[in-house]
């Protein structure tokens, strides 16, 4: 079982940057593969970006690579996702989860958070 909490969601100017966080509640954090999604108004949740469960490997969505970094703390039971040089179209509610497989597909994470909103203005 595991709680997740994210935060650090605002409104900023295009070619700005976020830190989102997302503190979990559960017994192990390493158990778990973590990944972060977005949905945007009107439109399906959407990959963004995924961890393995000690760190050593990340994956991006294209619509991220090169701008966002994922990254987690196990000890702290924390994972984050540094946004960086963002865009009007990042706009959306991001979504911290976790599952038990690698995978970027939503039907592979079994917890989610309740989501924090990204406002990017132009």
Request: hydrophobic share 30%; proline share 2%; glycine share 12%.
């Amino acid at each position: 079982q595991v709680q997740l909490v994210e935060s650090g969601g605002g409104l900023v100017q295009a070619g700005g940057s976020l830190r989102l966080s997302c503190a979990a509640s559960t017994r192990t954090l390493s158990v778990y593969y973590m990944g972060w999604f977005r949905q945007a108004p009107g439109k399906e949740r959407e990959f963004v970006a995924a961890i393995t469960r000690t760190g050593s490997s990340t994956t991006y969505a294209d619509s991220g690579k090169g701008r966002f970094t994922i990254s987690r703390d196990n000890t702290q039971k924390t994972v984050s996702l540094q946004m960086n040089s963002l865009k009007p179209e990042d706009t959306a509610v991001y979504y911290c989860a976790a599952g038990s497989t690698w995978t970027q597909q939503r039907s592979g994470y079994d917890y989610w958070g309740q989501g924090t909103q990204v406002t990017v203005s132009s």
